[in-house]
Structure formats: C-alpha cells, structure tokens
Nanobody, 126 residues
Framework: QVQLLESGGGLVQAGGSLRLSCAASGGTFSGGTFSKYAMGWFRQAPGKEREFVAV????????DYADAVKGRFTISRDNAENVAYLQMDKLKPEDTAVYYCAAALGFLPRADYDYWGQGTQVTVSS
C-alpha cells in the first residue's frame, strides 16, 4: 500500500526553525521508483485553501518555491532513503498550517499530484 508519512511538525516561536520529513513506502514507491517522482510540499491554514509551498525534481537537481517562503524554506530529498525534507527557517505566524507532502510524475509541478500524505501540524507563535 502506497504511503507518504509526514513528521517533524510542532509548535515553535516566530523566528525559529523546524524540519519536516516525508517518508515514502509501499506500492509504487518500492523498488527504486521513488526517484522517478517529483516531491512537493503544500500547506493549508484554517479557513484557507491548500497552497503550494515547494517542489523538488525527481533527482533533487532543481527546486521551486512559493514567493511567501522563498529564502526561508529549503526542500531536499534522499532517494536512497525514500525521504523528502522541508527545512523551515525564520518561521512566521502566518506559516501556521497543516503541511502535506505529495508525489507527482511531472518535472516541477505545482498541481496534479498523484499521492498525498495525511499532513503534519505546524504552529508558529508570535
């Protein structure tokens, strides 16, 4: 069974840092196929629509970020471990949201993802 499992969320003060992880397992992610997927991070704040945060290409060679997080967040991946990461620095209260990781077969997609995790809560206090 295909699974994306996020971890690393929590409560942090403004200006602090968190590192989210997304572990892929099962089904299509077995046998080295994780490295064929672009990995993205999205977030959804209360009362708002889910929005794109960042994406990394299948081999980690290129990245793309939403303007709101550019220069503060860094996306990366380890294909040997089937894990994607989101390093979040200089966090702001407006970064508070449930963060989701997702997998897609595109190059640097901002939409049309095939698989989603269940989300992890990030809360930034002022």
């Amino acid at each position: 069974q295909v699974q994306l499992l996020e971890s690393g969320g929590g409560l942090v003060q403004a200006g602090g840092s968190l590192r989210l992880s997304c572990a892929a397992s099962g089904g299509t992610f077995s046998g080295g196929t994780f490295s064929k997927y672009a990995m993205g991070w999205f977030r959804q704040a209360p009362g708002k629509e889910r929005e794109f945060v960042a994406v990394v290409t299948f081999n980690g060679g290129r990245t793309d970020y939403a303007d709101a997080v550019k220069g503060r967040f860094t996306i990366s991946r380890d294909n040997a471990e089937n894990v994607a990461y989101l390093q979040m620095d200089k966090l702001k209260p407006e970064d508070t949201a449930v963060y989701y990781c997702a997998a897609a077969l595109g190059f640097l997609p901002r939409a049309d993802y095939d698989y989603w995790g269940q989300g992890t809560q990030v809360t930034v206090s002022s």
